[in-house]
């Protein structure tokens, strides 16, 4: 059964820093990556990254966050450096695989609060 457990959200000023963490269990991907909600609109993506380490980030968020992962441990993360109250939402940890048919999970979420 394939498991997304993800952490690392809070409260934080402007101008901070959160790390969060998505741990998979239960299968392989071929991609991972974080998507955020506010609510009243649609999920977007953030960042992503495939198991060659290719990434690909929302160009409101380039320069700022960075995604990585950890093959061994299944594990990526999302290290969000000065945060602005517009990255205030829901962050959804994604994990696609194509293997043996193609398929997407997605985390519980984790909420992420940034004050003016």
């Known amino acids: 059964q394939v498991q997304l457990v993800e952490s690392g959200g809070g409260l934080v000023q402007a101008g901070g820093s959160l790390r969060l963490s998505c741990a998979a269990s239960?299968?392989?991907?071929?991609?991972m990556g974080w998507y955020r909600q506010v609510p009243g609109t649609q999920r977007e993506l953030v960042a992503a990254i495939t198991s060659g380490g290719s990434t690909n980030y929302a160009d409101s968020v380039k320069g700022r966050f960075t995604i990585s992962g950890d093959n061994a441990k299944n594990t990526v993360y999302l290290q969000m450096n000065s945060l602005k109250p517009e990255d205030t939402a829901v962050y959804y940890c994604?994990?696609?695989?194509?293997?043996?048919?193609?398929?997407?999970?997605w985390g519980q979420g984790t909420q992420v609060f940034v004050s003016s």
């Open positions: 994604r994990a696609t695989k194509v293997i043996p048919t193609r398929s997407e999970y």
């Open positions: 239960g299968s392989i991907f071929n991609a």
